[in-house]
């Protein structure tokens, strides 16, 4: 007897086994995307766009369809990267539409539930272009209707059928658009749609999933027998490529009021008079933006009619493609496959001669990162809350560091087992692990560092100072939830202190206002602000003026962070 339906425990397991299959696929997907230039490589936004999802996926213990729903959607739509991200995120939007509804899937919602992911992703797309991941879509979705009007309830069978037909309208889309036949390849973004759902299948079917591939295997299934002349052709096409609109851009408009289908509307219309590419994805209270166009001002401009924008993101396509063309040269000339990177990659290195005591920390953001190093870090590993660093990363960065004594600095309470574990595993060196658990912790330690003391008087200095610094990090909800006795929604912004949240709302600069007042003793003398990545700086210096007039004792400094995600972190001491 066949399986029936799919409940949500199994569905979150297909959605994340999808997900680690796009994820150990992405760079061959990379490879796929020759041309043409595109605002980032549709593997790494594809992947992007769904870990962000299956981060919150795998956070559910105990999911039902309706939270596994809200995860998938909410997930994918605020970590979508690049036209290929958005419009797998909005795939995703419309299928949860469909299952959040039901407490179990059968081959008649499944079927529903396509359709409305396709028609969903379609309407995102301001002029959709088929021989893309919206014709492979809509190829499965037709299969599936086809087949449930049949009247087949083997969700096995029904599901592998699927995937079949996606696969053969992936290797029809060189047939589709000239351009993928004249590289030999087929759709970079539907290869990364098929990857999705063949990781969910082997997890239907009980499967260990077999992350091995041949990385030119489904370039041949449209145009066997690669050869060198074809990769030169290919590199040769790239490079004549005219590019119509020259920027990438894209941004998050802050809505100040829900959307109406007529601004809707007019702001799309507005987009296809100054460019290409486009995609709009409106929320209640947020919309992405993606346009290709030669004036990013005039979207910009546009969208500040309807709210604050957040999230900005311009790149130059021809300063892109041009790079991608010397790049493809290089490899073809070197005509050899290039080491893969490994954990130590994600580590910036000061190299220096042997000394008696090094430093390493954990710290992600341009600012963050040289301040660390200007107060003598000799080994920066990149990472943070989102990204923790396993053991191998820091027993890789002691490894290069030539000192007798070396301290490590996690500036984050997940990363500081990690930290341990290497010490543990470290028996040529003497490791000191300072347990900060935030980047200011971090700054503090290292600052009183005195040189003409022992190794053992420095720590101790350091873990005393350290437990005087009082942390602050401003970031935004991505789901409903009750913390702390504070209702909180999804959007909102949240001031998160040492202990808790100390202050939710929708206004950033008044939640972190607000959560300053709540850190704040009579004890403190110092305050400072790292402002992040997405924050200008007037924005960030406000901030600041109104901390000082609130806390004229103190001494207020604002320095530019970088950080992704946390849009202020603060310290007082």
């Not at 979705?141 to 992936?170: H, N, P, Q, Y």
């Not at 190794?455 to 939830?481: F, I, L, P, S």
């Not at 929604?489 to 607000?514: E, K, R, W, Y």
């Amino acid at each position: 007897m066949g399986l029936n339906v799919i409940d949500a425990k199994m569905l979150s397991k297909m959605f994340l086994a999808g997900a680690k299959n796009l994820e150990h696929k992405k760079e061959w997907i990379n490879e796929l995307n020759v041309f043409p230039v595109p605002d980032g490589d549709t593997g790494t936004n594809m992947s992007m766009t769904i870990m962000s999802a299956a981060k919150e996926v795998a956070a559910i213990a105990e999911p039902d369809m309706v939270s596994l729903a809200k995860a998938i959607s909410s997930g994918s739509l605020r970590g979508a990267r690049g036209n290929s991200g958005v419009i797998l995120s909005q795939l995703f939007r419309g299928f949860t539409k469909v299952i959040r509804e039901y407490d179990e899937i059968n081959v008649a919602i499944l079927a529903s539930a396509c359709e409305k992911a396709v028609e969903t992703a379609y309407k995102a797309v301001m002029k959709p272009k088929e021989g893309t991941i919206l014709t492979v879509a809509k190829g499965a979705a037709k299969r599936a209707s086809d087949l449930a009007m049949t009247g087949e309830k083997d969700l096995e069978v029904f599901i592998g059928e699927i995937i079949k037909e996606a696969d053969a309208v992936l290797a029809q889309t060189p047939e589709m658009l000239p351009v993928l036949k004249q590289a030999g390849v087929v759709d970079s973004g539907g290869q990364g749609l098929v990857e999705v759902l063949k990781g969910a299948y082997d997890a239907l079917l009980g499967k260990e999933m077999d992350l091995s591939f041949d990385i030119f295997g489904k370039a041949e299934s449209s145009k066997k027998g690669t050869t060198q002349g074809a990769m030169l052709s290919t590199i040769e096409a790239q490079a004549n490529a005219e590019i119509k609109f020259c920027y990438c851009t894209q941004f998050l408009i802050m809505l100040s009021k829900p959307f109406n289908i007529k601004q809707e509307m007019d702001f799309k219309e507005y987009l296809s008079s100054i460019g290409d590419s486009i995609v709009v994805v409106a929320d209640d209270e947020i919309v992405k933006v993606h346009v290709h166009t030669n004036d990013p001002g005039l979207a910009m401009q546009k969208a500040l009619r309807y709210g604050s924008l957040t999230t900005i993101i311009i790149e130059n396509m021809r300063l892109e493609r041009d790079e991608k063309v010397s790049d493809m040269m290089e490899k073809q000339m070197q005509s050899a496959t290039l080491p893969e990177k490994n954990a130590s990659d994600t580590q910036d290195y000061a190299a220096v001669g042997h000394k008696e005591t090094g430093f390493i920390a954990v710290s992600i953001g341009e600012g963050m990162n040289e301040i660390f190093r200007s107060l003598g870090v000799d080994c920066i590993i990149e990472g943070g809350q989102t990204m923790n660093p396993s053991t191998e990363d820091m027993l890789n960065a002691i490894e290069k560091i030539d000192a007798d004594n070396i301290f490590i600095f996690p500036n984050n309470k997940n990363i500081i087992l990690a930290a341990n574990q290497a010490k543990q595993l470290t028996s040529d060196k003497n490791i000191i692990v300072i347990p900060t658990k935030t980047v200011p912790q971090g700054i503090t330690a290292i600052i009183n560092y005195v040189p003409d003391i022992s190794v053992e008087e420095n720590e101790a200095v350091m873990k005393e100072e350290v437990q005087r610094v009082a942390t602050g990090q401003v970031t935004y909800a991505v789901r409903d939830t009750m913390i702390d006795d504070k209702e909180i929604h999804q959007g909102d912004f949240m001031g998160i202190g040492d202990q808790g949240i100390l202050a939710v709302g929708t206004d950033l600069q008044d939640v972190a206002f607000n959560m300053i007042r709540k850190m704040m003793s009579d004890e403190y003398e110092l305050i400072s602000i790292y402002y992040g990545d997405i924050i200008q700086e007037e924005q960030a210096q406000k901030l600041a003026d109104m901390v000082r007039a609130e806390f004229g004792s103190c001494d207020v400094e604002l320095q530019f962070g970088g950080q992704p995600i946390y849009s202020y972190i603060v310290s007082a001491e």
